[in-house]
């Protein structure tokens, strides 16, 4: 069973920083682009970051120059760094991976910028 698990949101000031990590299993991780996505109250799912299994990576116009996502292969986990948190920034947080043509989700995490 393909299986995402995305943590390490929660509450950040403005300006500051957080990493959240994406453990998956169920396929072969490295082999395959992990994607993370956001939604704010109602606003459209977004791209917001991806790692390719070559280690490329695309980001969300209004992330480039704070986001970094990238991968360990050996713990068969994505992470994405967020930097200089903006009051944009605010949503839940899913990683995803397209595996033998189906889409597979992480449960979300909860990213919340406040004073």
């Known amino acids: 069973q393909v299986q995402l698990v995305e943590s390490g949101g929660g509450l950040v000031q403005p300006g500051g920083f957080l990493r959240l990590p994406c453990v998956v299993s169920?396929?072969?991780?490295?082999?395959?682009?992990i994607d993370w996505y956001r939604q704010a109250p109602g606003k459209q799912r977004e791209l917001a970051a991806r790692?390719?299994?070559?280690?490329?990576?695309t980001y969300l116009d209004a992330a480039k120059g704070r986001f970094t996502v990238s991968r360990d292969n050996d713990k068969n986990t994505v992470y994405l760094q967020m930097n200089s948190l903006k009051p944009e920034d605010p949503a839940v947080y899913y990683c995803?991976?397209?595996?033998?043509?189906?889409?597979?989700w992480g449960q979300g995490t909860q990213v919340t910028v406040s004073s």
């Open positions: 995803r991976a397209v595996v033998l043509g189906q889409i597979n």
């Open positions: 169920g396929f072969t991780f490295s082999s395959h682009t």
């Open positions: 790692i390719t299994s070559d280690g490329r990576t």
